[in-house]
Every structure is written in structure tokens, then in C-alpha cells.
């Protein structure tokens, strides 16, 4: 029997500075709550949207020191873009999944297939600034869970999250670039259904999953960049664990190979 | 400022039989309930896996009945699979996507791609068999929400879901394959972010990161097809609204397009 799941989000987090200590901030945000039920407990996990993190890292670009390349200044003529930003995104990029009609989908350098290589310019801290993904996610959840056992006395789990559109489907889900602490999937391949028949292919993909539940409590309208799930205490089982690159499909590999 | 999200399982969900009353069962299963909290709420949503739906609804298939095609034959020699079981998949579809190295991805006749047609021989109610998607996951869902209406007396919504498998990520995630009463997308273009940039592109895949959330809690070798998702009121304008249609991508648009 599956236990109940609490998500709820972090409240007063303020705008991340450039070097800011993210895991101060959100611990100082949890030991403040005055309801004993958010106090600390062992397995919860704290979803953070990568966006806060690239920012305390500084994984900012501004544009005025852009120089974009020929392909960049061709191709944003023909899309209506900033051939500035085209040439970020090329830069975080290792291979072009479709340039066309004004979408650019990439593979980044990290092995995330998703629009503009994650660079983004909404709360990007101010106009003429791109937010990049952080150079390696799983090391920034690693150490925000290192940082977050330090002030808060339990270890949690730490997931980060983009929003990345999907193959076939509308719309975008939140998705885990960065995790430790949680185990990124489930595999219930060997184990057997109800009638004793193995289950083929069955790899749930938890770290996705509890990014998009924290998505749902997330209002982007406010600043709400951390949520926190209490109830995944099965899927947290002590170590930092594989991380989000245990989630990557190799291209070779793709379309479920 | 959001509200916190409560997801649970629904308990004492038995075998579902064709043409066994779904509605009645779960609604059954909420009024036995306890515990105050877990009564029926406005703005609650019904969860509900799929297969339990398709067997409600008879969408079985008995291999025994099947007679593979030439195509069906010569590709299951070859990926060493069931030719009848490769026969029922090509006809529950309108497209081949993907057919190689064993892995069969298919457009299905609602639009969905995913593999195998979304046919699963596992929890099928005996061997033989093979469980079909419903035939309209949303008139499913349309259903089964005016049903419960009619048994608990508010209106909940209904989300019906399966497991996809993804382009790009290992493991497969929840989705809404059908969905009555929770608004299917929240779409953010035109509003602002905290810097007054217009946040482009944004339009979040509410049903299927709420089909995620509850997959979090069910545990795949216990009956748990039913999950409550309490908290998402803003998403439950009233009406039937346009169902997981909306989440669909026309083949043409593809790639984000």
C-alpha cells in the first residue's frame, strides 16, 4: 500500500543573486515555518527549478558580449530572433535536432533534448540577460543536498527541474535535469503482475514524475522556485544515487529503443 | 500562492469484471472511507489507470479469436514476438512510427504515439488476453465523472491514464490519455513574468503532469487504479471542458512545432 503524497510549496524564497547560497535560503525559508508539519523530516524531497539554480551559479550570459556566428545571424534573420540569443543557444549546443519554422530543438552538452538548449530569458534577472541550464545539474543537486543536511540536519533529496516539451504531445512538462538522493526510476522489470505475468518494460521514470507533481503546486506567476514532497520515502534510499543522467537515452538508443 | 497538493489512493478497488459499474466501485470505495478528510470535495480529481477502464468497458481482446496478417507474421518471426499479439497492435493503429530491433511505436487510432498500440498483455485478467486502450479515453472519462456525480453528489474530474514511454528519456511516465472536468493545459502566453517579460511558449501539460503525480503513489503490484488528487481547484473551471484531445500534437507540428 502506497502512502500518501504531501507536495507543498517553499514560501519566501526571494530573487537569487549572482553567488547566492541557495541551500541558506531555502533552509532558512523551512526552519522558519511556524507549522510543525513543515519542519524537516527524513525523505522529503526539494524540488528546485533550475532556473534559481543557474542563477546562484551565475550561469548567466549577457547579450551585449554575444558575438553570433554567420549561422546564427542567418538563421535568426529567417526565424525573426536575436541572432545574440541563437548563438547562446548554439554554444550550449552538441547536436541540432531540428531547426525549422522558427524551433530550434538541440542536444545540449549535458544530453538534454529540449527547445533553445534550455536558455531562457523570462526571470532571467533583468532584460538583455539569458539563464543557461547549470554546466552539470547532478553535481548542483548533489551539493544543494550536501549544503541542505548541513543546515537542516537530514539529508533530503534534491531534484532540479527544467520545463521541456515533449515528442508528439501539447504542452510542456516539468522534467528532472539534476537529482540526488532519490532514485531517478523505478524498475519493475522481473517483478510480476497480479495474474503472475512479468511486467516487460516497466522503468518508471520517478524523477520526472515528481518533478511534474511539484510543477502543479508552482504559480509562475510568483516566485516559488522550491517545492517540497513528503511521502517518496521509498524512492529515497540514502545515497546521492545515479542522478538525472539515468534518465538520458542514448541517441543510438532513441525512440524507446 | 498555491495550495498544497494531497494525492492518495484510492483503497478496495477489486478486479474490475467487463462491464462492472466503475463509478460504483469507486464511489463505493470513497463513502466506506473513514477518515473525514477523505470525503469527496469539490475540485477533487479521480485519477484512474486505463487498464481498469478498458476492462470495465470490455476493450479486451482474447488471443485465441485473432488471425495475424502476412506483415504481422513476418515481423514477429523477426522481433521473436506473438504474431497475434503484433496482429491486435496493427490494428488498434492508423501509423507505423517506429519498427525495428523489437521496439513497435505506433500512432493509434485515437492519435496517441506509443508503443505497441498501448496494448498490454499484463494484468489482464488471464492469460490470453490483451487489454486495448478504450476506445474514447475522454467520452470515458466524460462518463465515469457524470457517473460518480450522480453517486457522490459533486462533480469531481476524471483524469483516464497510461505509460508512455518518451522520445529521448529513459523510463516511462504517467499521461492523460482522457480527461473530463480538470482543465487538460494552463496556458501562460501573455502573462508576464517577475521582470514584466512576456513568458513565451509557456503552456503546461496540467492533465498529464497530474496523471504523474498520482502514478507516484500507486504501487503497480497491488490494485490501486484509483488515485485522489485534492488541490487543484484551479484547474476544475466546472464543465466537461475539451478532454486530453487537447494534449494531442498533429503529426505535422511535430517536433514542438
Given at each position: 500500500?502506497?502512502?500518501?503524497?504531501?507536495?507543498?510549496?517553499?514560501?519566501?524564497?526571494?530573487?537569487?543573486?549572482?553567488?547566492?547560497?541557495?541551500?541558506?535560503?531555502?533552509?532558512?525559508?523551512?526552519?522558519?515555518?511556524?507549522?510543525?508539519?513543515?519542519?524537516i523530516?527524513?525523505?522529503?524531497?526539494?524540488?528546485?527549478?533550475?532556473?534559481?539554480?543557474?542563477?546562484?551559479?551565475d550561469?548567466?550570459?549577457?547579450?551585449?558580449?554575444?558575438?553570433?556566428s554567420?549561422?546564427?545571424?542567418?538563421?535568426?534573420?529567417?526565424?525573426?530572433?536575436?541572432?545574440?540569443?541563437?548563438e547562446?543557444?548554439?554554444?550550449?549546443?552538441?547536436?541540432?535536432?531540428?531547426?525549422?519554422?522558427?524551433?530550434?530543438?538541440?542536444?545540449?552538452?549535458?544530453?538534454?533534448?529540449?527547445?533553445?538548449?534550455?536558455?531562457?530569458?523570462?526571470?532571467?534577472?533583468?532584460?538583455?540577460?539569458?539563464?543557461?541550464?547549470?554546466?552539470?545539474?547532478?553535481?548542483?543537486?548533489?551539493?544543494?543536498?550536501?549544503?541542505?543536511?548541513?543546515?537542516?540536519?537530514?539529508?533530503?533529496?534534491?531534484?532540479?527541474?527544467?520545463?521541456?516539451?515533449?515528442?508528439?504531445?501539447?504542452?510542456?512538462?516539468?522534467?528532472?535535469?539534476g537529482?540526488?538522493?532519490?532514485?531517478?526510476?523505478?524498475?519493475?522489470?522481473?517483478?510480476?503482475?497480479?495474474?503472475?505475468?512479468?511486467?516487460?518494460?516497466t522503468?518508471i521514470?520517478?524523477?520526472?514524475?515528481?518533478?511534474?507533481?511539484?510543477?502543479?503546486?508552482?504559480?509562475?506567476?510568483?516566485?516559488?522556485?522550491?517545492?517540497?514532497?513528503?511521502?517518496?520515502?521509498?524512492?529515497?534510499?540514502?545515497?546521492?544515487?545515479?542522478?538525472?543522467?539515468?534518465?538520458?537515452?542514448?541517441?543510438?538508443?532513441?525512440?524507446?529503443?
Amino acid at each position: 500500500v502506497a502512502a500518501d503524497l504531501l507536495v507543498f510549496a517553499v514560501p519566501g524564497i526571494p530573487e537569487i543573486a549572482p553567488a547566492a547560497d541557495l541551500a541558506r535560503v531555502i533552509a532558512g525559508a523551512v526552519r522558519s515555518a511556524t507549522d510543525p508539519q513543515r519542519a524537516i523530516e527524513p525523505g522529503d524531497v526539494f524540488v528546485v527549478a533550475q532556473k534559481v539554480v543557474s542563477k546562484a551559479e551565475d550561469a548567466v550570459v549577457r547579450l551585449g558580449e554575444v558575438t553570433p556566428s554567420a549561422l546564427a545571424i542567418e538563421w535568426a534573420a529567417a526565424a525573426g530572433k536575436d541572432p545574440r540569443v541563437v548563438e547562446v543557444v548554439l554554444a550550449q549546443s552538441k547536436r541540432i535536432v531540428r531547426m525549422d519554422r522558427g524551433v530550434l530543438i538541440t542536444e545540449t552538452h549535458h544530453g538534454f533534448v529540449c527547445a533553445n538548449a534550455g536558455v531562457d530569458a523570462s526571470n532571467a534577472g533583468g532584460p538583455g540577460r539569458l539563464v543557461l541550464l547549470p554546466l552539470d545539474p547532478d553535481a548542483s543537486a548533489r551539493r544543494l543536498r550536501a549544503r541542505l543536511r548541513a543546515r537542516l540536519g537530514v539529508a533530503p533529496a534534491v531534484v532540479v527541474t527544467d520545463s521541456f516539451g515533449r515528442a508528439w504531445r501539447i504542452g510542456q512538462a516539468e522534467v528532472a535535469i539534476g537529482c540526488a538522493g532519490l532514485a531517478p526510476v523505478d524498475d519493475w522489470r522481473g517483478r510480476t503482475d497480479t495474474d503472475g505475468r512479468e511486467l516487460h518494460g516497466t522503468v518508471i521514470a520517478i524523477a520526472d514524475e515528481a518533478a511534474s507533481a511539484a510543477d502543479l503546486v508552482r504559480d509562475k506567476g510568483s516566485r516559488e522556485p522550491a517545492v517540497r514532497i513528503r511521502g517518496l520515502g521509498r524512492q529515497v534510499p540514502g545515497g546521492d544515487g545515479p542522478g538525472a543522467a539515468a534518465l538520458l537515452r542514448a541517441a543510438a538508443d532513441d525512440l524507446f529503443g
